[in-house]
């Protein structure tokens, strides 16, 4: 199987990571070829670093990195069985991209969009073939986490969404079934719960390391929510309070001034080296 990721970022490179090692051939697509090809190293750094912490052996990450490959040519994703589209969360950006894949792919081909708030219907209705349109929404950091939200549209085929599920299994993958409905099951509760963690921050409530050793020790959550902000990008959390709250109105979706104020002073998080905390690496793929 051939699995092409369009949109090398965080989340794109970290999907393409899960389906090299998931043993399908891996096409990390970014208009900036040059983006494209940091994030082939991005890629090829974390299988490194998981050999060296035992979680792959040197043949498993070698074979990996081999069957990945970067591209700037939108026209090389022409044999892909199955695109997803990992762009950022603009449904003009997204809807523009399906329906120049219409122009590029197979006809049997599947279209995913990794959307985390966007109506898979409405980003279906920029295909020609909007029966093979499905989402396919993988939890950052993609290469760490197993569960992938997948999420038919209202004319996503039955035969497209059993291969969209057995494609998350073939890969490693946990998918769970939602309904099209704004934020699925996981960002309902995210974005909100980040914004109300900014909030303590924004009130001075308590320290960003306060707040989030609460949350790890008091919830047994992983990561603290200004942690995992850090981690994706105060940038990325902006975009996503703007396209939720434009769906919803729920006064829990606007995006707090704090917010605003650190992604206008280039505070973006790891990626930046200075976010709710300071970074001496902006490296985001660790394992």
């Known amino acids: 199987m051939t699995i092409a ?5 965080t989340m794109g490179t970290g999907v393409a990571i899960v389906a090299a090692r998931g043993d399908a051939q891996t096409i990390l697509f970014d208009a900036d070829e040059q983006r494209a090809t940091a994030a082939l ?3 090829r750094r974390f ?12 043949s498993q990450a070698e074979q990996a990195a081999g069957r990945a490959q970067a591209s700037g040519c939108l026209q090389d994703l022409a044999d892909a069985d199955l695109v997803i589209e990992a762009v950022f969360e603009d449904h003009a950006v997204k809807a523009k991209l399906i329906g120049a894949l219409d ?7 599947i279209v ?7 109506s898979i219907t409405r980003l279906a209705a920029a295909s020609k073939r909007p029966q093979q349109v499905v989402g396919m929404h993988f939890c950052l950091p993609a290469q760490l986490m197993k569960l992938v939200e997948v ?3 209202l004319r996503t085929s039955a035969e497209t969404l059993a291969k969209a599920e057995k494609i998350c299994h073939d890969l490693g993958q946990i998918p769970v079934r ?12 995210v974005i909100p719960f980040n914004n109300d963690a900014i909030r303590l921050v924004e009130r001075g409530v308590a320290s960003p390391a306060d707040i989030d050793l609460g949350v790890r020790k008091a919830l047994g959550y992983p990561l603290g929510p200004l942690q995992l902000l850090d981690l994706v990008g105060l940038d990325t959390q902006l975009r996503l309070c703007e396209a939720f709250y434009e769906i919803t109105r729920d006064p829990r979706h606007v995006c707090p001034p704090l917010l605003r104020q650190m992604v206008a002073a280039g505070h973006l998080g790891k ?12 490296r985001t793929f660790g394992v």
Request: overall charge negative; aromatic content about 8%.
């Open 5 to 9: 990721v369009a949109g090398a970022g």
């Open 41 to 43: 190293q991005d890629l």
């Open 47 to 58: 299988l490194e670093l998981s050999v060296e912490l035992g979680r792959l052996t040197a």
């Open 103 to 109: 122009e590029v792919l197979r006809p049997d081909a």
């Open 112 to 118: 995913a969009s990794n959307t985390s708030t966007l």
């Open 151 to 153: 999420t038919p549209g």
């Open 178 to 189: 939602t309904k099209d409905t704004p934020g699925f099951i996981l960002n309902r509760f």
């Open 271 to 282: 990626k930046s080296g200075e976010g709710f905390y300071r970074y001496e690496s902006t």
